[in-house]
T-cell receptor, first 112, second 112 residues
Framework: TQLLEQSPQFLSIQEGENLTVYCNSSSVFSSLQWYRQEPGEGPVLLVTVVTGGEVKKLKRLTFQFGDARKDSSLHITAAQPGDTGLYLCAGASGAGSYQLTFGKGTKLSVIP | EAQVTQNPRYLITVTGKKLTVTCSQNMNHEYMSWYRQDPGLGLRQIYYSMNVEVTDKGDVPEGYKVSRKEKRNFPLILESPSPNQTSLYFC???????????FGPGTRLTVL
């Protein structure tokens, strides 16, 4: 079983601050996804990164896939209370394996 | 509206009483999956299905069964539930592995 380590596990910041969440593994993934989950709901996809070194931006969110496709980061600029939630990374191993491995998540609280 | 539905949303039962959690998607997706989410453990895959009559074990399949007789439905069966199966369960569907997974709203199961 491939493992994805997310850090930090919890993060509480003031509105307007910047933050970065990390997702690391010793395994190579064919693609990596970031999801956001709000209480009482299922995760919702934010972005998928496929190519090593790829950077994708979604408004104030910047996602990066490591060159070796073993790690990824999510950077939020000028966090807002609406960014509060559980952020999950998930890796697809591909190559005939159809399992998707999730990290344990980073619980973000943005304080007004 | 494209969606994944799960029923029931909440269930309290007793040890040993067989139960089924239904999952249905209306997006004609080939790939469907069941996860359980527990504090400190994150989302863990129970079973997945790549198409009708094709299912495979995920990371934590013990105590669960699934079937995929129709493309749209992927029920999760607990033949003899035990308290350690108390959890939040999510069904998800996707056009293919590595693509966006669409999650259902979740089923909160308590086994007494």
């Amino acid at each position: 079983t491939q493992l994805l380590e997310q850090s930090p596990q919890f993060l509480s910041i003031q509105e307007g601050e910047n933050l970065t969440v990390y997702c690391n593994s010793s395994s190579v993934f064919s693609s990596l996804q970031w999801y956001r989950q709000e209480p009482g709901e299922g995760p919702v996809l934010l972005v998928t990164v496929v190519t090593g070194g790829e950077v994708k931006k979604l408004k104030r969110l910047t996602f990066q896939f490591g060159d070796a496709r073993k790690d990824s980061s999510l950077h939020i600029t000028a966090a807002q209370p609406g960014d509060t939630g559980l952020y999950l990374c998930a890796g697809a191993s591909g190559a005939g394996s159809y399992q998707l491995t999730f990290g344990k998540g980073t619980k973000l609280s943005v304080i007004p | 509206e494209a969606q994944v539905t799960q029923n029931p949303r909440y269930l309290i039962t007793v040890t040993g009483k067989k139960l089924t959690v239904t999952c249905s998607q209306n997006m004609n997706h080939e790939y469907m999956s069941w996860y359980r989410q527990d504090p400190g453990l994150g989302l863990r895959q129970i079973y997945y299905s790549m198409n009708v009559e094709v299912t495979d074990k995920g990371d934590v399949p013990e105590g669960y069964k699934v079937s995929r007789k129709e493309k749209r439905n992927f029920p999760l069966i607990l033949e003899s539930p035990s308290p350690n199966q108390t959890s939040l369960y999510f069904c998800a569907s996707s056009p293919s592995v590595g693509y966006t997974q669409y999650f259902g709203p979740g089923t909160r199961l308590t086994v007494l």
